[in-house]
């Protein structure tokens, strides 16, 4: 299967990219052979891919990562670059390829220290394979200046380099690192599109892959989670019956404290094998024996290391708090298309009594005023907010209308 069949109702996006990898493969096989390069190629230094969440962003960009490195014998026949079973295609999908940099925010910014080792690399011929490929999974987090030292790596690239940047929108990318980038909007997948996807690549039951898909609204890895993760659709579960727990002051505190604690254990089970792993390779590169002290003048090493954990850890608990609250606003949504007679489609229908019981007993001006309310905590913590205050203001906010 094919790295273009991971793009879920992205054909046009897909038919694009095809030509550019086959573009890219020629002029990688003309510097090669001494030919002359093709005249017209499809094929540039820098892109910039942009879309709503959920539309496979990040996805996109390393399968056309992959279809740059593809070394599959099919090439020479004609075929199209992204075989998808190649080892360059197979290493560069899962994160191991030795030409494929990625670099994604820690925290709530990519700083300047994170990018400096990948602007540097980015300057050098490819090792191993036909690009060398920079991935930047979170465009929109540079700050002022790892976006400054991406501006000069994008203005002058060296000649078999290919940036790959993803945003949620053009305006999240500096104007000037954007104008030197070719734009490839990706759109929403339907619902269909991605139940479809689920039961091909996943094996997941149709009418499971069907519930996920329209609770998710198209979001591609929350869709799969959903299907895939027990864990995942009880905490989903238990953040739909909050609404009908509101009543009294107290149940607003208790909700709330239970969602910050929740968004906090997730964070903690995958932050502790991965924390584990990183403190023992960086042991072991720094010269500790196993189980013994470390060399005098390395304290600092570990402490910025311990520095990063923290950072990402922060990050994953307001990502899974995230998650919640796009929840929740999906399900006012839902309480607001039956207050109004919408004949949009449900997208929790299998919560509809307590959808029906929401919108009884309220109006369609305080669902719009409880949507509002999430928006605002999101707002909060994407200002470093305490989670529990601003997770507390918002059901306070929920019980009042």
Not at 85 to 107: E, K, N, Q, R, Y
Request: glycine letters at 6%; a negative charge.
């Amino acid at each position: 299967m094919s790295v273009w069949d991971d793009l879920v109702g992205q054909e046009k996006v897909s038919e694009q990219l095809a030509a550019a990898a086959r573009d890219a493969d020629a002029l990688v096989t003309a510097a090669v052979t001494d030919t002359p390069p093709p005249e017209a190629s499809k094929m540039t230094h820098a892109w910039l891919f942009t879309g709503p969440p959920g539309a496979g962003i990040t996805q996109t960009a390393r399968s056309f990562a992959a279809a740059l490195q593809c070394v599959s014998p099919d090439r020479a026949l004609g075929g199209t670059p992204g075989c998808g079973f190649c080892d360059g295609c197979h290493t560069a999908l899962v994160g191991t390829h030795a030409d494929v940099s990625t670099v994604a925010a820690v925290g709530a910014q990519i700083l300047v220290d994170d990018m400096r080792d990948t602007v540097r690399k980015s300057f050098t011929s490819p090792a191993n394979g036909r690009w060398q490929v920079i991935l930047v999974e979170d465009a929109e987090r540079l700050n002022e200046k790892s976006a400054n030292a991406v501006l000069k790596a994008v203005e002058e690239p060296a000649p078999r380099t290919v940036w790959l940047l993803c945003a949620p929108s053009v305006e999240d990318v500096l104007p000037t690192i954007r104008s030197r980038c070719r734009h490839l909007n990706l759109r929403t997948p339907s619902v269909d599109a991605v139940a479809d996807m689920l039961v091909r690549r996943d094996g997941v039951e149709p009418d499971v892959a069907a519930a996920a898909a329209r609770a998710t609204q198209g979001h591609v890895d929350r869709a799969r989670r959903l299907a895939t993760d027990p864990a995942a659709r009880e905490r989903r579960a238990t953040v739909l019956k909050l609404p009908l727990r509101l009543d009294e002051i107290g149940g607003c505190l208790k909700a709330a404290q239970e969602l910050v604690d929740a968004a906090a254990d997730d964070a903690k089970a995958l932050a502790e094998e991965t924390d584990a792993k990183e403190t023992e390779e960086l042991k072991a590169a720094l010269g500790a024996a196993q189980g013994g002290r470390l060399p005098r003048g390395t304290a600092g090493v570990m402490k910025d290391l311990e520095d990063k954990q923290k950072r990402r850890r922060t990050r994953t608990q307001r990502d899974s708090l995230d998650l919640a609250l796009t929840d929740l606003t999906a399900l006012y949504r839902d309480v607001l298309a039956l207050q109004l007679g919408s004949r949009v489609a449900i997208a929790n229908a299998d919560v509809e009594d307590t959808l029906e019981r929401v919108a009884r007993g309220s109006s369609p001006e305080a669902t719009l005023r409880r949507i509002e309310a999430i928006a605002a905590c999101r707002d909060a913590l994407d200002r470093n907010v305490a989670p529990l205050l601003a997770v507390e203001a918002m059901t306070m906010a929920l019980r009042s209308g």
